[in-house]
């Protein structure tokens, strides 16, 4: 590995440490706004700066230019299917929306769009944690994207699971994944890349950010989710 990935991705441990470590004490210290939305906003900022970074990473590796990455996001828009006017029973609300048409449409993107070339290729959902409920929603979200982006790369990045499986133990050389998680991949045509950073599973009285309960980001874990990531864009290299 090159020193300046490795210094990079050392660079994220230290931005995550900092941010865990000191957004209890931030919230603390915020009057304005409630504890828990302060740590929300902060998980959340943290996962996609981390998610982007790491893509950055890895697209340098690979020895690309810079210029030819971006993350500029734009809504995409579904567009509504006409066939679905022949469903509508009533006349009138058929009718309308017959009327209506070019003007009915769901504007949808994700945490990080990755764009190669200008061209959107990858989308990251970023969740400080996932259960299956939010698979759900993001492979329904995935489903709707790909009939606009039909070769979008599908990612799911998090710092923790709540998957159940061995999702948890991301250091494992295989994972198996869950038995409810795979059984929802099953009726989507997703291939959902779900990448874990941090180890053991998700608990909700046990939040990282309480120093009892924090968890270390190691660099071996941070390493291996930028090759899964070089994987996904090799093919625009």
């Given at each position: 590995?090159?020193?300046?990935?490795?210094?990079?991705?050392?660079?994220?441990?230290?931005?995550?440490?900092?941010?865990?470590?000191?957004?209890?004490?931030?919230?603390?210290?915020?009057?304005?706004?409630?504890?828990?939305?302060?740590?929300?906003?902060?998980?959340?900022?943290?996962?996609?700066?981390?998610?982007?970074?790491?893509?950055?990473?890895?697209?340098?590796?690979?020895?690309?230019?810079?210029?030819?990455?971006?993350?500029?996001?734009?809504?995409?828009?579904?567009?509504?299917?006409?066939?679905?006017?022949?469903?509508?029973?009533?006349?009138?609300v058929a009718k309308w929306i017959k009327d209506n048409i070019r003007d009915f449409h769901y504007g949808i993107k994700?945490?990080?769009?990755?764009?190669?070339?200008?061209?959107?290729?990858?989308?990251?959902?970023?969740?400080?944690?996932?259960?299956?409920?939010?698979?759900?929603?993001?492979?329904?979200?995935?489903?709707?994207?790909?009939?606009?982006?039909?070769?979008?790369?599908?990612v799911l990045f998090q710092l923790e699971s709540q998957l159940t499986g061995d999702y948890s133990k991301p250091n494992n050389p295989i994972i198996f994944g869950s038995k409810p998680t795979h059984t929802l991949l099953s009726h989507f045509d997703v291939d959902l890349n779900i990448i874990t950073i941090l180890e053991g599973e998700r608990k909700v009285k046990e939040p990282i950010h309480d120093p009892k309960f924090y968890k270390e980001l190691k660099f071996e874990l941070l390493e291996k989710a930028m090759l899964v990531f070089q994987k996904i864009l090799g093919k625009w290299a």
């Open positions: 590995m090159k020193n300046s990935t490795r210094k990079q991705l050392a660079a994220l441990i230290d931005a995550y440490n900092l941010l865990v470590k000191g957004i209890e004490q931030q919230a603390e210290d915020d009057e304005d706004r409630a504890t828990g939305g302060i740590i929300r906003a902060g998980k959340g900022a943290l996962v996609e700066s981390i998610a982007r970074n790491l893509i950055e990473t890895a697209w340098l590796g690979m020895e690309q230019p810079k210029e030819r990455l971006s993350f500029e996001k734009k809504v995409i828009l579904i567009q509504i299917k006409p066939e679905y006017i022949q469903k509508v029973k009533s006349p009138e994700t945490d990080v769009h990755v764009n190669i070339d200008g061209k959107f290729v990858c989308g990251v959902e970023c969740k400080a944690y996932s259960e299956n409920a939010m698979i759900k929603r993001i492979l329904v979200d995935f489903t709707l994207l790909r009939q606009i982006v039909p070769d979008l790369a599908c």
